[in-house]
């Protein structure tokens, strides 16, 4: 490999780590349900099957892909910056509840009505996040800390106080309906593939965020800026970055993010438009999956997203008695990715073996390898 | 004599480079060897080396004539052979004692059972008496001088029967006074019958300590001279291996010299800065700055003199709005700006060329271009930021020249290009440069004292923060002292001996 | 006076698996590694605890079962964050989200646990207090005991003191020809244990069953203890104390269903362990300061 190709092969290796950890996960997992006596085969066809047969299931697979887009990017804006948004699943109840509220106490014309409960949405995750990035800001405080403290004070809040106190359906009796009122009609996303799916907008505003991420990271000064302040806060102070502000306004958008993406969710029928009483799907954590795998690229979550939206609708085939497997497959090989991911250093060991042995011949010295004391893993 | 340490042919490359190239030396009890060299020239990895911090590619280490191979630095220690790093490797909440014995604490049941605190205070008290270095055993460290925690970094080598004894740049850090004080104390040490490797580039406090002077360029060992006669000026020339070059680290011959820069001529004698009865705290809270006044003029630069930790990294982040001031005022160019931040002083013409490169001043993960782009304000175009870059590269002789290379890939000298060009390139009205030579090789460094005059001639106020006394005298104007947070005294460059600078640094003057 | 009788029994039958898991979470923080992964832990902890006690039809050997299971996750973790210098909260993360769609899979294709909840499992021994119900003194022994051990082993052993020092410089600690990775894997281990431990306490001390939602968010309040008892063993022991006071209290108060329960919403009372250690950190009820290498990755070669 000449200097040259191997400086662009690592160039792409940020981006092409991920795939490489999802691809191994995938294969992992395949391994295991043959294991068990069942047929990958038969798996695979049930996922795409559940995911991509049709437009029921692209329905289904585009409902789940825009809640984790945008949960996946309210992780991913901030990690530019250096911040880690843990929160989002918090912002993401706190998204889902205001539209709630918003969608069945106004009575507005359907756009306008959206309009607003997306804006109530957004502005209830993006205050959670300012808080983060506020405490971090004046008072030091860890971001991880207090966005996983928020997640559980917002989730607390919703579920034990407003789902079942203020905002609870009040007309039905409460046996049939739980949770809290419908939203109106109005408030509805319209669909965009007729009555048997629930194919709808939603995937247009993801589409949207998507875009609007990836030209604010990298074109916009602001972008760059909140990269710089990720690249070295010290040296963001040093060429008048206000800093705390920053780190605010990326906690806040990444806090707005997410609670889009409970919005949408919810105005898209995800829940039956209403805020039910238990809610108990995990879509922020898993953002925090989409947005690692997605290696913190807007594009690569889009990528991430929609790779896993489509496996986590199709995974209702996967108990279908031929395949008999278990609906959490794709759950599994979501946390084998990220272990991978996570662990990345070990892969890139594995596949780097062919390049080591030329590392002398190129014109870059080495790195001096790290001293006896503490010998590498 | 019989030597107690030897070097026989050692070698070992990083990659392509080879940092030490077949060294080989004697070192005997009773005697201190200093190695000096340039930045690079492989002082660091050979002690790594000895010590067993690293293996040796080839050669062999020999000690009591025997030959040893080290397993780890805890082999090497065992047998005797000690380091005081560079970079203290204290914890800070713990005691002297704690901080002493660590790793090696006395026990009774195995590593679980108890710890004998008392037997460790006793005995880390009983060498600190035998060994000259008073301190107290039950002291956190975390309240300690730096002077005490390198005492406490000493003591924990000879509580662990160090017979070789090796520093790395023990002085970086101190004053006159205090480095005298740590020279006596290598001194004694030798006098005591330990060996001593001392690491220095400091060629006069070389001369003063040590018995013998190996001079490393490198990777080599060029030469070994008897300390006794030995002239500043042979060494500096052995360790740059070309007679031509500047000849700098060292005490000129005579003020105004050939090696001194033709005389500044200075337009329009305006007051850039004014800063008046400035206070401020530090990270810490305590008092930083007690009261300094300055004033810089345009064309002018001004050396700021002192022991670290005496208020010069607040001064300069005083300058450039990233420390608030608690009293006093800051003027620019008439202008209150006393509450302004750094973004503001920026848009006024403030130039910061900041202490830690890399973390502190530029963007290792972001391009070139990006770093350029982040030092001054306004919507991101593409194409005219690669355009300004190419110029700056250009300008700059940033090496390689591609506006899209990561900042952390270039060398240390290039990186320092690219932090002046963001910097200097706005043809500033104030520069506060913090060590700016620093860590770099001597072209590196003449390259950035030639581009702080050009700053200078231009128009520029520049404040220049530096331990290194020589380079002060070398291009500054005058050099005021800090001490404990106050200006000690002022002197204009050419009368600014070591002695009067070390009595003002050291607060005796004032 | 009986109300604070039943307040004690309630904490000391609840606060356990919290107490333990913020044990764990305290004994990897005090060595530099920030713990992300309890949550993962407990959750394991919990599973094969409750899975080797049905099979074994032993509650001892599902408590060893669960420590074990913990200690392995944090040997896990251990891995990722030293030895594949992993970031230590993408590290955590990853556990938290493995052991989620792993003991999902497990629990219906090992126990075939219908609406993903199991058998009843075999109880650990407890105390019979007659009107007050039963209190599963082994839980509550082990809650007031290892806090206790882990404090003298920090504060008097030769151990304790490489282990607040590798949380505090790693640096110190390796030129002092001590392993930081080798010192660290075993906090992290030793962390898991505890986790585990905790973990275990829930089907086997507390529910009496395993439960596809568990430890449903107990690891995350692990982690407020730990920051709320200032990364002391002890500290963290009264902060899960008091947490689990304040969640009896909330039961007591609904349950009798007073004017109280009226006035101050569920919701309120169950995010107040929460609020009160965004507080504490904030400074506002005193300031918690963590050790000065928590969550830094040792790099022998940084400066």
């Known amino acids: 490999m000449t200097p040259r190709a191997r400086a662009r092969w690592l160039a792409q290796e940020p981006l092409l780590l991920p795939v490489l950890a999802v691809g191994l996960a995938f294969g992992l997992c395949a391994v295991a349900i043959a294991a068990l006596g069942r047929s990958p085969l038969l798996a695979a066809e049930a996922l795409w099957d559940g995911g991509l047969g049709g437009l029921g299931p692209l329905g289904e697979s585009s409902l789940k892909a825009t809640a984790l887009a945008f949960t996946g990017l309210a992780v991913a804006v901030p990690y530019a910056g250096g911040l880690f948004n843990i929160g989002a699943q918090g912002q993401f109840v706190a998204g889902a509840i205001a539209a709630a509220w918003i969608g069945a106490a106004l009575d507005l014309p359907g756009p306008l009505l959206i309009g607003a409960a997306l804006a109530a949405a957004f502005a209830a995750g993006a205050a959670l996040g300012a808080l983060a990035g506020f405490l971090k800001a004046s008072r030091g405080v860890h971001e991880v800390i207090s966005t996983i403290l928020l997640n559980w004070i917002a989730i607390h809040l919703v579920d034990s106080w407003l789902v079942v106190g203020p905002l609870h359906a009040s007309g039905s009796s409460g046996f049939s309906h739980s949770g809290t009122e419908a939203v109106r009609s109005a408030a509805h996303l319209p669909l965009l593939a007729g009555p048997d799916s629930r194919l709808n907008a939603g995937i247009l505003f993801a589409a949207l965020g998507i875009l609007a991420a990836a030209l604010l990271l990298r074109r916009s000064r602001f972008g760059l800026e909140l990269r710089a302040l990720g690249a070295s806060e010290k040296a963001a102070r040093t060429v008048g970055i206000p800093v705390g502000a920053r780190t605010i306004q990326a906690l806040a958008l990444g806090g707005g993010l997410a609670a889009l993406g409970g919005a949408l969710l919810l105005l ?94 190129s014109a870059a010295p080495a790195p001096a390898p790290p001293p006896l004391a503490s010998p590498p893993a | 004599m019989t030597p107690i340490l030897e070097a026989r042919g050692l070698s070992r490359s990083f990659g392509e480079l080879r940092a030490v190239d077949r060294v080989s030396f004697a070192l005997a009890a009773g005697e201190v060897l200093a190695l ?175 018995s013998r002077v190996a001079v490393l360029r490198a990777g080599r060992l060029v030469a070994t001279l008897d300390a006794k006669g030995a002239e500043p000026e042979r060494i500096a020339r052995l360790m740059v291996g070309d007679a031509s070059a500047p000849p700098t680290g060292l005490p000129r011959p005579s003020p105004g010299g050939a090696a001194s820069p033709p005389p500044r001529s200075r337009g329009v004698d305006e007051i850039v800065l004014r800063l008046s009865d400035a206070a401020c705290r530090d990270d810490r809270g305590a008092p930083a700055l007690r009261g300094v006044s300055l004033a810089l003029h345009t064309g002018e630069i001004v050396g700021v003199a002192g022991v670290d930790g005496n208020g010069q990294r607040e001064l300069a982040e005083v300058l450039t709005g990233l420390r608030p001031l608690d009293a006093g005022r800051l003027e620019v160019e008439g202008v209150d700006l006393t509450f302004a931040r750094a973004r503001e002083l920026r848009a006024r013409g403030v130039a910061h060329v900041p202490e830690d490169r890399l973390r502190g001043g530029l963007f290792g993960a972001l391009s070139v271009a990006e770093n350029l782009a982040l030092g001054s304000p306004g919507p991101l175009r593409r194409r005219r930021l690669v355009a300004e870059a190419a110029a700056a590269i250009r300008a700059y002789d940033i090496r390689p020249p591609e506006p899209g290379m990561r900042a952390s890939a270039l060398s240390g000298g290039n990186q320092q290009k690219l932090l002046l060009a963001r910097e200097l390139g706005r043809r500033p009205k104030l520069v506060v440069a913090v060590h700016p030579t620093r860590g770099l090789d001597l072209n590196a460094q003449a390259l950035v004292r030639a581009r702080l005059r050009e700053a200078a001639a231009g128009g520029a106020a520049v404040l220049l923060v530096s331990f290194d006394l020589d380079e002060l005298r070398e291009i500054a104007d005058r050099i005021v002292v800090l001490c404990a947070g106050r200006v000690t005294g002022e002197a204009a460059a050419r009368e600014a001996t070591d002695g009067r600078l070390g009595l003002l640094m050291s607060g005796a003057a004032a | 006076m009986s109300e604070l009788t039943t307040l004690v029994v309630s904490i000391l039958a609840f606060a356990p698996p919290v107490a333990l898991a913020a044990l764990g979470g305290v004994l990897s923080e005090r060595a530099g590694v920030v713990n992300l992964g309890l949550e993962g832990i407990m959750r394991f902890g919990a599973f094969f605890g409750a899975w080797a006690a049905l099979a074994s039809q032993s509650a001892w050997v599902g408590l060893s079962a669960g420590a074990l299971a913990g200690g392995a996750a944090g040997a896990l973790l251990a891995a990722l964050a030293i030895f594949a210098e992993a970031d230590q909260i993408v590290a955590g993360v990853a556990l938290n989200l493995l052991a989620l769609g792993l003991v999902t899979f497990l629990l219906e294709w090992a126990l075939g646990a219908a609406g993903g909840i199991t058998d009843p499992v075999p109880a650990l021994p407890s105390l019979s207090l007659g009107g007050l119900g039963r209190l599963p003194w082994v839980a509550a022994a082990a809650m007031l005991l290892l806090p206790a051990l882990a404090s003298l082993l920090l504060a008097k052993t030769p151990l304790g003191l490489r282990w607040r020092a590798v949380g505090e410089n790693p640096r110190a600690v390796a030129a002092a020809g001590v392993s930081v990775r080798g010192l660290r894997f075993f906090a992290v281990t030793a962390s898991g244990v505890a986790a585990g431990l905790g973990g275990a306490l829930l089907p086997l001390a507390v529910l009496g069953r395993f439960e596809d939602r568990m430890p449903a968010g107990q690891g995350f309040i692990a982690l407020a203890a730990v920051v709320f008892g200032k990364w002391s063993p002890l500290g963290a022991l009264g902060a899960a104390v008091f947490f689990a006071g304040a969640e009896a209290l909330q039961i007591e108060i609904s349950s009798s269903g007073g004017a109280l329960a009226a006035l101050v919403p569920r919701g309120l009372f169950l995010a107040l362990p929460y609020l009160l250690t965004l507080l504490a950190l904030a400074g506002f009820v005193g300031r918690a300061v963590p050790p000065a290498a928590d969550g830094v990755p040792w790099d022998p070669e940084a400066r």
């Not at chain 1, 209702?316 to 946390?335: K, N, Y």
């Open chain 2, 36 to 210: 000096v060299g340039e930045n690079g020239a492989g002082k660091t990895t050979l002690l790594n080396l000895l010590l067993g911090f690293y293996r040796p590619d080839e050669g062999e280490i020999a000690l009591d004539g025997a030959v040893r191979r080290w397993r780890s630095p805890a082999d090497a220690e065992a047998r005797g052979l000690g380091m005081v790093h560079q970079h203290f490797t204290l914890v800070e909440p713990l005691t002297v004692a704690e901080n002493v014995v660590l790793g090696r604490e006395p026990r009774r049941f195995g590593l679980a059972g108890p710890f004998d605190r008392r037997r460790a205070e006793r005995e880390v008290a009983e060498v600190a008496e035998r060994e000259g270095l008073p301190i107290d055993p039950r002291g956190r460290v975390a309240e300690l001088s730096v002077a005490s925690r390198q005492r406490v970094e000493i003591l924990k080598v000879l509580w662990r029967g160090a017979r070789v004894v090796a520093f790395d740049e023990p002085t970086g850090a101190l004053g006159p006074a205090e480095s005298e004080a740590l020279c006596e104390t290598v001194r004694r040490l030798a006098r005591g019958g330990r060996a001593v490797l001392f690491v220095s580039h400091k060629l006069r406090e070389v001369l003063a300590v040590a």
């Open chain 1, 268 to 361: 898209g029928g995800g829940t039956d438009y209403r805020f039910p009483e238990n809610y108990r799907d995990p879509y922020g954590f898993d953002g925090i999956a989409i947005a690692l795998i997605g290696a913190g690229d807007p594009v690569g979550v889009a990528l991430a997203a929609a790779l896993f939206g489509v496996l986590r609708a199709g995974a209702v085939r996967l108990q279908d008695p031929e395949v008999g497997l278990h609906r959490s497959w794709p759950e599994i090989a979501q946390g084998v990715a990220v272990v991978l991911v996570a662990g990345q250093r070990l892969l890139r060991g594995l596949y780097r073996l062919p390049l080591r042995q030329r590392r002398t011949a």
